[in-house]
Every structure is written in C-alpha cells, then in structure tokens.
C-alpha cells in the first residue's frame, strides 16, 4: 500500500507537483537526515546536504528509473553529495565530534545515566575510527535504513565488497568496545 503510494506520488513529481514532492520527501525525511547527520557530525553542514540533496532529487526527478527503489536513489545522491562536500574541503574535515550530538533520554539511576553516556561516547569514537567506505556503509545501513543490495548499487561498488565493509566495521567497533571495557 506505502509502495503504492509512493508511485504515485513519484508520477506526480515528475510532472513538477511540488506538494508530491514534500510528501514523497517527507517519507525519507528522518533517515536521510539521520544518515547525514550522523556522517558529518555536524547539525548546520547535515542541512546544507540535506538541501542539497533535494534540490538534486528534484531537478533529478525526470531521470529516475521507477524499476529501481526510490530509497536508493535518493540515498545514492545523498551519498555523492557527501562525497563531493568532503572532496571540497579537502584537508579540512567535515566530521566533527559525535558528542556534540543530542543525547538519549536520561536514566533514573545516575549510574546507568553515566555508563550509558560512557558507552556512547565510546561508540562514537569507535564510529569515527572506521575508514570511510566502513563508515558509509555502517551509517547507511543503521541510519539510512538500507538493505546491503542497494548500498552496493548506491556505492557503485560490489555486493561481497560492501558487505566486506560492514563485517570488518562491525569487528573493528566490537574491538575497540571491548578493548575500553564498554562490552564484555
């Protein structure tokens, strides 16, 4: 029924409907700007690509092909657009410190609160330990929400050499977790 809808709402778009458009972006809203976020560390730099990438979606509306998922259109935009920005600034990096995020709801218990936040920011370093095809993938696939097949045609790379990626991700945050005591 969603999928339906969606075609529906992509007709639309490719006929210039900018209410289609808010509403076939809205679908995407959250693991867009999540993705983004969570890539650059950064709340201001997460809008500009965040607008960016939609302003290329939309200008871009007459190329997509509707055989493929519209999620991985978008994402793969969003991810050549990250791409780009870092390009840009060169030596400069965009990614800033993962603490600088908003925090999880507080426990109750002062303790757990403190282990929690030990634990994040742990999480957070090790996140930023990762290369940056590891990173990508790993954001991609917790916050852009998308299945390994269309990270692969997104990253125009391989199915066995993204799926390389998350497993050595996954092993080097584990690693690192359990080598400052966050896991057991």
């Not at 993938?137 to 269309?150: N, P």
């Not at 390389?164 to 991700?169: G, Q, R």
């Amino acid at each position: 029924m969603v999928e339906n809808n969606e075609n529906k709402l992509i007709i639309a778009c490719k006929d210039k409907d900018h209410q289609a458009f808010a509403e076939l972006l809205n679908l995407y809203r959250r693991p867009l700007f999540s993705y983004l976020l969570r890539l650059c560390q950064d709340q201001s730099t997460a809008e500009d690509l965040f607008q960016e990438t939609t302003i290329k979606v939309w200008k871009g509306m007459d190329t997509f092909d509707p055989r493929y998922k519209f999620g991985s259109w978008l994402f793969s935009i969003a991810y050549r657009t990250s791409v780009d920005a870092l390009r840009k600034k060169k030596r400069r990096s965009i990614f800033r410190q993962l603490d600088e995020l908003p925090e999880t709801p507080h426990h109750h218990d002062p303790l757990e609160e403190l282990t929690a936040q030990e634990t994040k920011a742990l999480f957070k370093k090790a996140v930023r330990l990762l290369s940056e095809k590891q990173r990508q993938v790993f954001l991609m696939r917790q916050h852009g929400e998308l299945s390994f097949k269309e990270i692969s045609e997104v990253m125009n790379e391989p199915l066995n050499t993204v799926l390389s990626h998350m497993h050595y991700a996954v092993k080097k945050i584990k690693t690192f977790l359990r080598e400052n005591h966050a896991i057991e």
